[in-house]
């Protein structure tokens, strides 16, 4: 069975601080890897997305990814209040019907 | 870019009549497409995936007579809610893939809150 796991939370951080947010998977053959943030009633929307090991950055972003640990996080530097919202982390596996498995989500918090 | 639209964004409907969402890629052909339905607090479920000009590929559990798919264009999915009953009341999205050569990005359209009396 094909996973993605995420600590469904809520994650309360302090506004202006790092919100750290986990994803773990499965498949080892994974090609990419996405994060969406979702805010209540909405549909989701894209951030980023990731397919080689390492760091990518896009503004007050970044998405690391470790194949060899199967894991893959978002940081969000100065954490505002508008950040508040579900993040979901989807996979790619690389399937031929092109789908993506998807994480339960985390909800996120940011205090004022 | 990569601009998904859906209507209607809500419709009330009485049990027994069937309701069709539309769900257009505005600004890039979609080969395929995707229908999630979503309850309140909970995660997102793929209903089936859509690719134009055949069959769509319907989830285990989702019946394909109720929920009718069709992709006849690059830009344009629909799903029909046949002879709806209050348990479909729920939030359907659809989403778009725009193919590249190095990830399979989907895009969301902004969802159809479907409430069934």
């Known amino acids: 069975q094909k996973e993605v796991e995420q600590n469904s939370g809520p994650l309360s951080v302090p506004e202006g601080a790092i919100a750290s947010l986990n994803c773990t998977y499965s498949d080892r053959g994974s090609q990419s890897f996405f994060w969406y943030r979702q805010y209540s009633g909405k549909s989701p929307e894209l951030i980023m997305f990731i397919y080689s090991n390492g760091d990518k950055e896009d503004g007050r972003f970044t998405a690391q990814l470790n194949k060899a640990s199967q894991y893959v996080s978002l940081l969000i530097r100065d954490s505002q209040p508008s950040d508040s919202a579900t993040y979901l982390c989807a996979v790619n596996m690389g399937d031929s019907n092109y789908q993506l498995i998807w994480g339960a989500g985390t909800k996120l918090i940011i205090k004022p | 870019g990569a601009v998904v639209s859906q209507h209607p964004s809500r419709v009330i409907c009485k049990s027994g009549t069937s309701v069709k969402i539309e769900c257009r890629s505005l600004?890039?052909?979609?080969?395929?497409m995707f229908w999630y339905r979503q309850f309140p607090k909970k995660s997102l479920m793929l209903m089936a995936t859509?690719?134009?000009?055949?069959?769509?590929?319907?989830e285990q559990g989702v019946e394909k007579d109720k929920f009718l798919i069709n992709h006849a264009s690059l830009t344009l999915s629909t799903l029909t809610v046949t002879s709806a009953h209050p348990e479909d009341s729920s939030f359907y999205i659809c989403s778009a893939r725009l193919p590249s050569a190095l990830e399979e990005t989907q895009y969301f359209g902004p969802g159809t809150r479907l409430l069934v009396l």
């Open positions: 600004d890039f052909q979609a080969t395929t």
């Open positions: 859509s690719n134009e000009g055949s069959k769509a590929t319907y």
